[in-house]
C-alpha cells in the first residue's frame, strides 16, 4: 500500500484547518563575508516566535543531494511521490501559463526557431521574438484538426508556446522534435511505444503543416516540440485527504501544480499583501491552504542575497496576520532551497516548521538552518509533511486495530 | 525510477575533483576503561579541524542492527543498493586476490579437504596446508576443459582458491557442494533452476577429475566450492556519475570491488604513506578518487584498541596533504565501524564528514561519534553518500522541470 493509500483509508474529515505556508527557496547559504545564511541574517521576529511555538526540523524534499525542479518540490510538499508522479516538461508549461487539461490531453513545450533553405536549424529560438509576434505566430497555427485531434497552440513568451493535442488514444510515449542543437534538421517524432504511433504521426503532421504556414515567417519559420506528456492521473488531494483545498498564487505554474492536485484556485493579486488578505477572505470557505510565496525564490536564483532577506522580513510582518486567524495547524516551508551564493534551486533540505496545540515542543528557538538542525522532527522527507499536518489537525483516525 | 537510474540521468561531468577517503571499519565504541572511543582517544587535529568546516553525520551501510561485510559496505558507500546488488561470495574472493573476471564468468570459493577411504571428510581445511602446496595443486588443476568450459583454478592462502568457470551459457544457481562439517561426504552440486544445469553437471566434473588427481596428495586429496556467483552486471560508475575514477588501495579485495563498479586501478605501494604519494601523483589525471585505507579495520579486528588509535593519528597526520590538493569535495567516511572492544565489523553507524565550498555548515567541532550525531547530515544511508558528494560537486543537474 503506497502512502497515500494509508492516507486516504485513514483521513476523514473535520472543522479544523489547516494552512501551507510556502516560501518558495526557502533555505540557503551562508554569506562569505558574514558566515550567515539568508534566514540568519534576516530580522524575522515573528518567525522565530512561531520557531519556539512549534516542532522544527529539516525535509529532502527528493533525497539528499538531489535539487527539485518546481514541479517535484511541490508534489513533494503535497505528499506525492516526486518520483512516479514526475509531471512532464509540456504538462507543467502547460500549468504554467494557466491552461486547464482535459483528461486524455498531451502538451508539449515548443519553440519558434529558425531553418535556412537546406532546412537547418540556425537558431533555436528565433532571435527571441516578441511576445505579440509569438501570440500572433500561434493564432495562426491555433486550431488545427488532424486525424479527429485538435491542436491547440498558446503563446508562453518570446519564442515559447504550448502545443495541446486532444482527442482520442493519445499517448505521449514520443520523441521529441528539438535536437537541442543548430546546425542539424529538426528530428522526426517517432513512437517509442506502439500505442505511441497515432501521437506521432499527428504531431509530425503538424509540424509540416507549421512548416508550410510559417515559410514567410523567418525568422520564426519553423517550430521544434519536446516534453510530450499526458495529463497526470494522480489521486487528487480531496480525494486522498478529504479537504476542501485552496490554492492562493502569484504565479501561473504553481495555480497549475495545486490544479493537477485538485485544489481549488482563488483569484488574487500580485503583491504578498494581496495573497494574504485572499487568505483572509477565504478563511471561512475551506478547510486547507496552500499560499504559495514565489518572491525569495526570484531573489536566489537572481544572487541577490539582501534581496531575500528582505523578502524574509516582509512575510515575518505578515506573519502575524496570519495567526491572527487562528489556523489549527500552520506550517511554514519550502520546496527546495535556492542559496542566494549558489544563484538557483539547490539539493539542501529545506526547513520545516509546524504549529498546533497538539505538536509536542522541541528546543529551538530561532528560525535559520542551523537551529532547526535540532529540532524536533528531525531530518524527514519533504513528503511526509502533509500527513504530520492532517494528524496534527485530528484529520486522521488510527492506522489498524 | 531506481536511484542510480534518477542519478544516471541528472549527472554530469565537470572539472571538479572529489576525493572519498575510506577509514576502513571508522567508528568504534567506548574502552571501559576510560569511557572513549578510538577518535576520542586519538588526537586527531587535522580531522577535528576538517569537521569544524565541514557537514558531519551518521551513516547506515545497510540499515540499523545490519553488521556489513566489506562487499556490502563498500557497494552501499558508492551508491549502489548493498541487498540488491550484493556480491557472491566466489566474485568477492576472485576480487580478492586481484583476479578480473570476464562477462559470463563463474566463481566460486574452493577449499582443499581431507576425505577418508570411504570418502567423508575428515577435515575440511585439509590441516591448513602451507600456501607452496596450496599453489602446487592448484596448478595440477587449473585448465581443465570440460564441455567447452575452462576452470581456472587460482591459489589464494593455506587450504583455499578460487574456481573460475569460463565458457557460455553458465548459470551461477547451483548448491554448494562443501557440506559445511566433517563425517559426511561432499555434497552433489545440483541446479536451483534449470538452466543451471550445465554449470552444475560441469561443476560436478571438475570435482571428480580434481578427487582423481589429488588422491595421492592427502591430507589435500579431494576439494570441497562453495558460494557460486555470476560477475554482477552493475551499471558501471562512469556510466551512472559519469566520472573519471581512481582506486588506490594495497589490499586486493578493495581493488577487486573498485574494479566491479568500473573503477581504474592505480599502482602502489604498502604504506599508508604510498597511498597519499600515490593520489598526489594521479591527482590531474582523474576527477573522482578512492583512497582505501585498511589499517584501522584489522587493529579493530584484532580487538587492539591502541593500535587503532595510533593508525587514526597517522591517517590524521596525512590530511593536511591531502587537503593541499584542494579537492572540490573530500568526504571521510568508513564501510562500516569497527569496535575494538568486539574485535569485528559491527552495526554501529559510522561517522561521516563531507566538505565542500557548499556544504551547509552545523556546530559540530570535533571528530568522534558523540559529536558527529549532532552533525547537520542527521542520521543518513551510506548510499546517499554519493549523491551528496556528487551535489556539492556541482556534477548534479536538477531533477524535473
Redesign the interface.
Known amino acids: 500500500m503506497s502512502s497515500l493509500e494509508l492516507i486516504k483509508e485513514i483521513s476523514r474529515t473535520s472543522p479544523t484547518k489547516i494552512v501551507l505556508l510556502l516560501i518558495d527557496g526557502l533555505g540557503g547559504?551562508?554569506d562569505p563575508q558574514t558566515?550567515k545564511?539568508e534566514l540568519e541574517t534576516a530580522s524575522i521576529p515573528n518567525l522565530d516566535a512561531l520557531a519556539a511555538q512549534g516542532i522544527c526540523g529539516?525535509a529532502d524534499p527528493?533525497?539528499?543531494?538531489?535539487?527539485?525542479?518546481?514541479?517535484?518540490?511541490h508534489l513533494a510538499l503535497f505528499g506525492y511521490d516526486?518520483?512516479e508522479c514526475?509531471?512532464g516538461?509540456g504538462v507543467?508549461?502547460a500549468a504554467g501559463i494557466d491552461i486547464e487539461l482535459e483528461p486524455g490531453d498531451v502538451a508539449a513545450r515548443g519553440n519558434f526557431c529558425t531553418v535556412n533553405e537546406k532546412g537547418l536549424i540556425t537558431d533555436r529560438r528565433a532571435g527571441r521574438i516578441s511576445n505579440e509576434k509569438c501570440t500572433e505566430l500561434c493564432k495562426l497555427l491555433d486550431g488545427m484538426s488532424i486525424n479527429d485531434v485538435r491542436v491547440l497552440v498558446y503563446p508562453v513568451r518570446e519564442h515559447r508556446f504550448v502545443a495541446v493535442f486532444r482527442g482520442k488514444n493519445l499517448v505521449a510515449d514520443v520523441t521529441d522534435s528539438d535536437p537541442s542543437q543548430t546546425g542539424v534538421s529538426p528530428l522526426d517524432i517517432t513512437a517509442l511505444s506502439p500505442q505511441a504511433a497515432r501521437l506521432a504521426d499527428i504531431a509530425g503532421a503538424f509540424v509540416e503543416k507549421a512548416r508550410a504556414l510559417l515559410a514567410s515567417h523567418k525568422p520564426a519559420n519553423m517550430v521544434l516540440l519536446r516534453?510530450f506528456a499526458g495529463k497526470p492521473q494522480f489521486p487528487s488531494m480531496p480525494e486522498v485527504y478529504k479537504l476542501k483545498p485552496l490554492a492562493i498564487a502569484v504565479y501561473p505554474m504553481y495555480r497549475g501544480l495545486a490544479r493537477l492536485v485538485g485544489m481549488n484556485i482563488a483569484s488574487t493579486g500580485t503583491t504578498l499583501e494581496d495573497e494574504f488578505a485572499t487568505l483572509k477572505k477565504n478563511y471561512n470557505s475551506y478547510d486547507f491552504f496552500f499560499l504559495h510565496l514565489k518572491w525569495t525564490d526570484t531573489a536566489g536564483e537572481d544572487g541577490d542575497f539582501k534581496r531575500k532577506v528582505s523578502v524574509l522580513e516582509q512575510i515575518d510582518k505578515a506573519v502575524p496576520g496570519l495567526t491572527a486567524l487562528g489556523p489549527d495547524v500552520l506550517v511554514v516551508t519550502g520546496d527546495h532551497s535556492t542559496?542566494a551564493?549558489?544563484g538557483?534551486?539547490?539539493?539542501?533540505p529545506v526547513p520545516v516548521l509546524l504549529c498546533s496545540k497538539y505538536c509536542r515542543p522541541d528546543a529551538v528557538k530561532e528560525f535559520s538552518?542551523?537551529a532547526f538542525?535540532?529540532g524536533g522532527l528531525?531530518?524527514l522527507s519533504l513528503t511526509q509533511i502533509m500527513p504530520l499536518a492532517m494528524a496534527n489537525a485530528l484529520k486522521l483516525t488510527k492506522f489498524g486495530a
Chains 1, 2 share one sequence.
Do not use: K
Open positions: 547559504l551562508p558566515g545564511t529539516m527528493i533525497a539528499p543531494g538531489i535539487t527539485p525542479g518546481s514541479g517535484p518540490g516526486p518520483i514526475n509531471v516538461r507543467l508549461e516534453g542559496p551564493v549558489l538557483g534551486h539547490s539539493w539542501h538552518e542551523l538542525l535540532n528531525g531530518r
